[in-house]
Antibody, heavy 122, light 110 residues
Framework: EVQLVESGGGLVKPGGSLRLSCAAS????????MNWVRQAPGKGLEWVSS????????YYADSVKGRFTISRDNAKNSLYLQMNSLRAEDTAVYYC???????????????WGQGTMVTVSS | QSALTQPASVSGSPGQSITISCTGT?????????VSWYQQHPGKAPKLMIY???NRPSGVSNRFSGSKSGNTASLTISGLQAEDEADYYC??????????FGTGTKVTVL
Protein backbone atom coordinates (compact mmCIF):
# COMPACT_ATOMS: atom_id res chain seq x y z
CA GLU A 1 0.00 0.00 0.00
CA VAL A 2 1.29 3.43 -0.94
CA GLN A 3 1.57 5.40 2.28
CA LEU A 4 3.05 8.49 3.89
CA VAL A 5 3.28 8.78 7.67
CA GLU A 6 4.31 12.03 9.35
CA SER A 7 5.77 12.31 12.83
CA GLY A 8 7.59 14.79 15.03
CA GLY A 9 4.85 17.28 15.76
CA GLY A 10 4.21 18.66 19.21
CA LEU A 11 4.15 21.72 21.43
CA VAL A 12 7.06 24.14 21.17
CA LYS A 13 7.70 27.63 22.53
CA PRO A 14 8.03 30.65 20.22
CA GLY A 15 11.56 30.84 18.90
CA GLY A 16 12.03 27.11 19.31
CA SER A 17 12.79 24.37 16.80
CA LEU A 18 11.16 21.16 15.66
CA ARG A 19 11.98 18.53 13.05
CA LEU A 20 9.19 16.78 11.21
CA SER A 21 9.64 13.46 9.44
CA CYS A 22 7.62 11.74 6.75
CA ALA A 23 8.13 8.00 6.19
CA ALA A 24 7.21 6.71 2.75
CA SER A 25 6.31 3.15 1.81
CA UNK A 26 4.77 1.22 -1.06
CA UNK A 27 6.47 3.15 -3.86
CA UNK A 28 9.92 4.10 -5.15
CA UNK A 29 10.45 7.15 -2.96
CA UNK A 30 13.61 8.24 -4.77
CA UNK A 31 11.65 8.79 -8.02
CA UNK A 32 9.21 11.37 -6.72
CA UNK A 33 9.32 15.03 -5.74
CA MET A 34 7.83 15.70 -2.33
CA ASN A 35 6.16 18.62 -0.62
CA TRP A 36 5.09 19.92 2.77
CA VAL A 37 1.67 21.56 3.06
CA ARG A 38 0.20 22.98 6.26
CA GLN A 39 -3.23 23.92 7.53
CA ALA A 40 -3.77 26.21 10.50
CA PRO A 41 -6.74 25.35 12.72
CA GLY A 42 -9.96 26.21 10.91
CA LYS A 43 -8.05 27.66 7.95
CA GLY A 44 -7.18 26.68 4.41
CA LEU A 45 -4.26 24.80 2.91
CA GLU A 46 -0.91 26.56 2.57
CA TRP A 47 1.97 25.17 0.54
CA VAL A 48 5.22 25.25 2.52
CA SER A 49 8.07 23.69 0.57
CA SER A 50 9.05 21.28 -2.20
CA UNK A 51 12.07 19.12 -2.97
CA UNK A 52 12.82 17.24 -6.18
CA UNK A 53 13.61 13.55 -6.28
CA UNK A 54 17.38 14.04 -6.13
CA UNK A 55 17.23 17.16 -3.93
CA UNK A 56 18.48 19.27 -6.83
CA UNK A 57 15.54 21.66 -6.71
CA UNK A 58 14.22 23.09 -3.45
CA TYR A 59 11.64 25.83 -3.02
CA TYR A 60 9.99 27.56 -0.06
CA ALA A 61 7.00 29.75 0.60
CA ASP A 62 7.98 33.30 1.52
CA SER A 63 6.39 32.79 4.94
CA VAL A 64 8.97 30.16 5.94
CA LYS A 65 12.01 31.07 3.84
CA GLY A 66 15.13 31.36 5.96
CA ARG A 67 13.52 29.54 8.90
CA PHE A 68 12.53 26.13 7.52
CA THR A 69 14.71 23.60 5.69
CA ILE A 70 13.38 20.71 3.64
CA SER A 71 15.52 17.63 3.05
CA ARG A 72 15.22 13.97 2.17
CA ASP A 73 17.10 10.71 2.60
CA ASN A 74 16.25 8.42 -0.28
CA ALA A 75 18.10 5.53 1.33
CA LYS A 76 15.75 5.77 4.31
CA ASN A 77 12.63 6.62 2.24
CA SER A 78 12.16 9.69 4.38
CA LEU A 79 11.34 13.37 4.00
CA TYR A 80 12.14 15.98 6.63
CA LEU A 81 11.24 19.54 7.57
CA GLN A 82 13.54 21.33 10.00
CA MET A 83 11.65 24.24 11.50
CA ASN A 84 13.57 26.95 13.36
CA SER A 85 12.58 30.30 14.88
CA LEU A 86 9.02 29.09 15.19
CA ARG A 87 6.20 31.60 15.55
CA ALA A 88 2.63 31.33 16.75
CA GLU A 89 1.45 31.62 13.15
CA ASP A 90 3.31 28.39 12.30
CA THR A 91 0.74 26.48 14.38
CA ALA A 92 -0.87 24.03 11.98
CA VAL A 93 -1.29 20.46 10.87
CA TYR A 94 1.64 19.67 8.60
CA TYR A 95 1.10 17.23 5.74
CA CYS A 96 3.68 15.65 3.47
CA UNK A 97 2.48 15.03 -0.06
CA UNK A 98 3.82 13.31 -3.16
CA UNK A 99 3.89 14.82 -6.64
CA UNK A 100 1.82 12.58 -8.87
CA UNK A 101 4.14 12.10 -11.83
CA UNK A 102 7.34 10.10 -11.39
CA UNK A 103 10.50 12.20 -11.92
CA UNK A 104 8.45 15.40 -12.36
CA UNK A 105 9.38 18.44 -10.30
CA UNK A 106 5.91 19.97 -10.43
CA UNK A 107 2.35 18.78 -10.55
CA UNK A 108 -0.57 17.62 -8.46
CA UNK A 109 -0.21 15.99 -5.05
CA UNK A 110 -1.70 12.52 -5.29
CA UNK A 111 -0.66 10.92 -2.01
CA TRP A 112 -0.97 12.69 1.36
CA GLY A 113 -0.03 11.67 4.87
CA GLN A 114 -2.46 11.94 7.78
CA GLY A 115 -0.70 15.03 9.11
CA THR A 116 1.14 15.94 12.31
CA MET A 117 0.10 18.82 14.55
CA VAL A 118 2.57 21.55 15.46
CA THR A 119 1.58 23.99 18.17
CA VAL A 120 3.72 27.05 18.88
CA SER A 121 2.75 28.57 22.19
CA SER A 122 4.32 29.78 25.40
CA GLN B 1 2.23 34.80 -3.49
CA SER B 2 -1.43 35.54 -2.77
CA ALA B 3 -3.92 32.70 -2.43
CA LEU B 4 -6.14 31.96 -5.39
CA THR B 5 -9.67 33.29 -4.95
CA GLN B 6 -12.55 30.86 -4.42
CA PRO B 7 -16.12 31.49 -3.21
CA ALA B 8 -16.41 30.78 0.50
CA SER B 9 -19.41 28.55 0.05
CA VAL B 10 -21.53 26.88 -2.61
CA SER B 11 -24.64 24.83 -2.05
CA GLY B 12 -26.98 22.66 -4.06
CA SER B 13 -29.67 20.04 -3.75
CA PRO B 14 -29.03 16.34 -4.38
CA GLY B 15 -28.85 15.63 -8.09
CA GLN B 16 -28.08 19.22 -9.05
CA SER B 17 -24.83 20.51 -10.52
CA ILE B 18 -22.62 23.10 -8.90
CA THR B 19 -19.51 24.93 -10.09
CA ILE B 20 -16.68 26.28 -7.97
CA SER B 21 -14.45 28.96 -9.45
CA CYS B 22 -10.78 29.56 -8.77
CA THR B 23 -9.34 32.88 -9.90
CA GLY B 24 -5.65 33.64 -10.11
CA THR B 25 -3.37 35.56 -12.41
CA UNK B 26 -1.32 35.05 -15.54
CA UNK B 27 1.56 34.04 -13.24
CA UNK B 28 -0.25 31.00 -11.97
CA UNK B 29 -3.64 29.71 -13.17
CA UNK B 30 -3.52 31.54 -16.49
CA UNK B 31 0.05 30.69 -17.27
CA UNK B 32 0.17 26.95 -16.76
CA UNK B 33 -2.01 23.87 -17.14
CA UNK B 34 -1.04 22.68 -13.67
CA VAL B 35 -4.30 23.37 -11.86
CA SER B 36 -5.45 20.76 -9.38
CA TRP B 37 -8.52 20.34 -7.19
CA TYR B 38 -8.67 18.69 -3.76
CA GLN B 39 -11.55 17.50 -1.61
CA GLN B 40 -11.18 17.56 2.16
CA HIS B 41 -13.62 16.13 4.66
CA PRO B 42 -13.41 17.34 8.29
CA GLY B 43 -10.41 15.94 10.12
CA LYS B 44 -9.11 14.17 7.02
CA ALA B 45 -6.23 14.71 4.64
CA PRO B 46 -6.99 16.31 1.27
CA LYS B 47 -7.80 14.01 -1.66
CA LEU B 48 -6.83 14.76 -5.26
CA MET B 49 -9.93 15.06 -7.46
CA ILE B 50 -8.67 16.78 -10.63
CA TYR B 51 -5.14 17.33 -11.96
CA UNK B 52 -3.70 19.24 -14.90
CA UNK B 53 -6.92 21.29 -15.22
CA UNK B 54 -9.26 18.56 -16.34
CA ASN B 55 -7.90 15.09 -15.66
CA ARG B 56 -9.43 12.71 -13.12
CA PRO B 57 -7.24 10.31 -11.14
CA SER B 58 -8.23 6.67 -11.21
CA GLY B 59 -11.08 6.01 -8.81
CA VAL B 60 -12.54 9.52 -8.82
CA SER B 61 -16.14 9.70 -9.96
CA ASN B 62 -16.82 11.10 -13.44
CA ARG B 63 -19.30 13.45 -11.76
CA PHE B 64 -16.27 15.65 -11.10
CA SER B 65 -14.90 17.68 -13.99
CA GLY B 66 -12.49 20.58 -14.38
CA SER B 67 -11.88 23.34 -16.88
CA LYS B 68 -10.02 26.61 -17.30
CA SER B 69 -10.55 29.87 -19.13
CA GLY B 70 -7.93 32.57 -18.87
CA ASN B 71 -7.00 33.15 -15.24
CA THR B 72 -9.99 31.25 -13.85
CA ALA B 73 -10.30 27.52 -13.33
CA SER B 74 -13.53 25.74 -12.43
CA LEU B 75 -14.60 22.52 -10.77
CA THR B 76 -18.04 21.18 -11.60
CA ILE B 77 -19.77 18.53 -9.56
CA SER B 78 -22.76 17.03 -11.34
CA GLY B 79 -25.42 14.83 -9.78
CA LEU B 80 -24.58 16.22 -6.36
CA GLN B 81 -24.58 13.62 -3.58
CA ALA B 82 -24.53 13.87 0.20
CA GLU B 83 -20.98 12.50 0.29
CA ASP B 84 -19.79 15.44 -1.81
CA GLU B 85 -20.30 17.75 1.16
CA ALA B 86 -16.76 18.85 2.00
CA ASP B 87 -14.22 21.62 1.57
CA TYR B 88 -12.67 22.00 -1.88
CA TYR B 89 -9.36 23.66 -2.71
CA CYS B 90 -7.79 24.51 -6.03
CA UNK B 91 -4.05 24.83 -6.50
CA UNK B 92 -1.71 25.98 -9.22
CA UNK B 93 1.92 25.96 -10.14
CA UNK B 94 3.38 29.48 -10.23
CA UNK B 95 6.01 31.37 -12.19
CA UNK B 96 8.20 31.31 -9.06
CA UNK B 97 8.30 27.49 -9.24
CA UNK B 98 6.12 27.32 -6.15
CA UNK B 99 2.60 26.13 -5.51
CA UNK B 100 -0.34 28.25 -4.40
CA PHE B 101 -3.65 27.02 -3.01
CA GLY B 102 -7.05 28.61 -3.25
CA THR B 103 -8.90 30.08 -0.30
CA GLY B 104 -11.19 27.06 -0.14
CA THR B 105 -14.90 26.50 -0.75
CA LYS B 106 -17.33 24.77 1.58
CA VAL B 107 -19.83 22.72 -0.41
CA THR B 108 -23.15 22.10 1.31
CA VAL B 109 -25.67 19.57 0.06
CA LEU B 110 -29.10 20.88 0.98
Amino acid sequence: EVQLVESGGGLVKPGGSLRLSCAASGFTFSSYSMNWVRQAPGKGLEWVSSISSSSSYIYYADSVKGRFTISRDNAKNSLYLQMNSLRAEDTAVYYCARVKVEMATIGAFDIWGQGTMVTVSS
Amino acid sequence: QSALTQPASVSGSPGQSITISCTGTSSDVGGYNYVSWYQQHPGKAPKLMIYDVSNRPSGVSNRFSGSKSGNTASLTISGLQAEDEADYYCSSYTSSSTCVFGTGTKVTVL
